[in-house]
């Protein structure tokens, strides 16, 4: 079997596409950043077959990998719906199959950025992780027995739109008191704001930083003020990083991770979110005291992560591909390898939940 050495990983987002030739060590060796028009499917299509056809006419590569991000369909083809970009029910891998005339998969760029954290990155040796990425909105990625879990359509983990505060702030998907109107970056804007508006003189030096208004404060500069040890600012990660803390919690009271993966824009700001962040997590899991505690990390490979992690995913499915079209055999494990029923013992009645 021809071994498949290099791929390209392309991390679609709603207004730029960057795309890398990567190698089985998870190190992008060449990489290449386009603008991508977001009302258009087929021209953002083309965009995507123009990177992918240049940095292929330079480096051999077997397969290539998309994350975008949207919905995927459970058949990791079709992007069922993307926020930020012009995709209802877009047959994404075959319009750029056709056009690249490679192998072709699609995921989920939060997924994509995860399965990079756990082959190369923060989660290497953890099986059971949740990654939440804190940026503008909350983005988020679940690794089940060391496999993406994507539940039944391909939709699973959006915990950024569970519901938090009953009638509680508007979020951009129609509801009412998501947890990412409470725990992602534009929450550490709006806290900041309002707290400058409520008392400008406690807020000096955020209002310095945003240019004498309100409405000049965003996300580096309560930041910025933070690492100086200003008192508002760091109260505005106090909060949106217990909103974070208590998330992880609920999550952990549904799917008991080994680790959780912090990552997103406000990540950067690394202690000053995750320590606020980890005390609520430890205050709020239910049975604290009497069970483990997940690790909590920040993600390692940055904006580089999708690009990554596409690109194995799309080595990991050329080489399963591959391996099928060679070797064809019957499922399951080799026969020299399957247990033995011994003569004479029934098997015991395996008892089975209803359906
Ligand atoms: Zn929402």
Redesign the pocket.
């Known amino acids: 079997m021809p071994a498949v050495t290099l791929t390209i990983g392309v991390d679609v987002g709603g207004t730029k596409a960057a795309a890398g030739v990567v190698d089985v060590d998870g190190h992008i060796i060449e990489k290449l950043k386009r603008s991508t028009p977001a009302a258009s499917p087929a021209r953002t299509a083309q965009v995507i077959a123009d990177v992918v056809t240049e940095l292929a006419s330079r480096h051999q590569v077997a397969a290539v990998g998309l994350g975008a991000a949207g919905f995927i369909d459970e058949t990791r083809s079709t992007v069922l719906f993307a926020p930020n970009l012009a995709w209802r029910n877009e047959p994404l891998q075959q319009s750029v199959q056709d056009r690249v005339g490679l192998p072709v998969i699609v995921e989920n760029d939060a997924d994509s950025g995860l399965w990079a954290e756990a082959r190369f990155g923060a989660a290497r040796g953890y099986q059971d992780v949740v990654m939440v990425n804190v940026g503008t909105g909350i983005g988020a990625a679940i690794l089940i027995g060391g496999e993406l879990y994507h539940g039944r359509y391909g939709i699973a983990g959006e915990p950024?739109?569970y519901r938090v505060v009953p009638d509680g702030r508007l979020?951009?998907?129609g509801?009412r008191g998501?947890w990412?109107?409470y725990a992602s970056g534009s929450a550490l804007v709006a806290e900041a704001r309002e707290f400058a508006r409520r008392s400008p003189e406690g807020a000096m030096r955020l209002l310095q930083l945003g240019g004498g208004h309100p409405e000049g404060i965003a996300g580096p500069q309560v930041t910025e003020a933070a690492r100086e040890g200003d008192p508002a600012a760091l109260r505005c990660f106090q909060i949106v990083g217990a909103w974070l803390g208590q998330g992880m919690a609920d999550l952990a009271a549904i799917l008991d991770p080994g680790c959780f993966i912090i990552g997103g824009g406000v990540s950067e700001a690394g202690d000053l979110l995750l320590e606020p962040a980890r005390s609520a997590y430890e205050r709020a899991l239910v049975g604290r005291g009497y069970r483990p505690l997940a690790h909590v990390r920040l993600a390692e490979l940055g904006a580089d992560a999708g690009v990554v992690g596409a690109a194995d995913l799309a080595r990991r499915y050329a080489t399963v591909s591959l391996g099928r079209f060679q070797r064809p055999g019957p499922p399951g494990p080799p026969a020299s390898r399957r247990p033995r029923r011994r003569p004479g013992r029934r098997r015991p009645a395996v008892r089975r939940p209803s359906a």
């Open positions: 950024g739109h979020c951009g998907c509801n998501c990412e109107q």
